[in-house]
């Protein structure tokens, strides 16, 4: 017991040391730093951020098609909930697409199983759009939500243009990555070897366009959720994303 209780003070005392550079600028934010329990994860709580509150996580990844660790984060907007659309990459979407079939092909299987992430089910649910303006985000990224209307007035504009700009380096060919807009909140989630502080920025600022311009759409909902130029038909999903 002693010397498990000496192993996990120096590895959460090595890590402290390793990500000081992270705590530093969350501090300076406004947000507080805290290392998971097992003192090989961190997570950043900031609950007046803007454009909401914001929590960031690094660890164990909590989803089978994240090897290793992964960054996840959500920001809480409190946004109409049939606001449901998502962009990932596309080779991520590709054999997500394949182990959706294979279960719904499966002899011993007549559905989805409920525990299915969203992001699987999604791929399943919702239409796909495929026309978004920039070339670079059409090739680099799958595009799926409740309408097509919904899901082009979200990516179309400031958003569309950070997906290019992340393309470029930030999340390069073949990187698994996530970001969806349900219940109301902002979700990002992708893979992360090692927690590196101007990635850990950078992907924060993306949630952050994403966010507003999902304020943007949101804005153009009637109460009912009909978006202008169609009717929306919401399906909400019944689990959850992970613990964030």
Request: net charge negative; aromatic share 8%; glycine share 8%.
């Amino acid at each position: 017991m002693v010397v498990k209780q000496v192993k996990h003070w120096l590895v959460t005392r090595a890590n402290a040391a390793r990500w000081r550079p992270i705590q530093e600028w969350a501090e300076a934010r406004g947000a507080e730093f805290s290392q998971t329990r097992d003192g090989q994860g961190f997570l950043i709580e900031h609950p007046g951020a803007s454009p909401g509150p914001l929590r960031v996580e690094w660890g164990v990844s909590q989803r089978s098609y994240l090897p290793g660790t992964e960054l996840r984060m959500r920001c809480e907007m409190g946004l109409h909930p049939d606001l449901q659309t998502m962009v990932l990459c596309r080779a991520l979407m590709e054999n997500l697409e394949r182990a959706v079939f294979e279960a719904y092909t499966d002899t011993l299987k007549t559905r989805v199983d409920t525990d299915t992430p969203e992001e699987m089910r999604w791929l399943v649910m919702f239409p796909k759009f495929n026309h978004a303006a920039s070339q670079i985000v059409r090739q680099r990224y799958g595009i799926v939500g409740v309408t097509k209307e919904l899901t082009g007035a979200w990516v179309d504009g400031e958003l569309g243009e950070a997906l290019v700009q992340a393309s470029q380096d930030l999340l390069p060919e073949g990187h698994p990555f996530v970001l969806m807009c349900m219940r109301g909140n902002l979700y990002l989630r992708t893979e992360m070897a090692e927690a590196d502080l101007p990635k850990v920025q950078a992907l924060v600022r993306l949630l952050e366009t994403a966010a507003r311009e999902a304020r943007r759409v949101n804005d153009g909902l009637s109460e009912t959720g009909v978006w202008p130029t169609t009717t929306s038909i919401a399906w909400t999903p019944s689990t959850r994303l992970g613990d964030t």
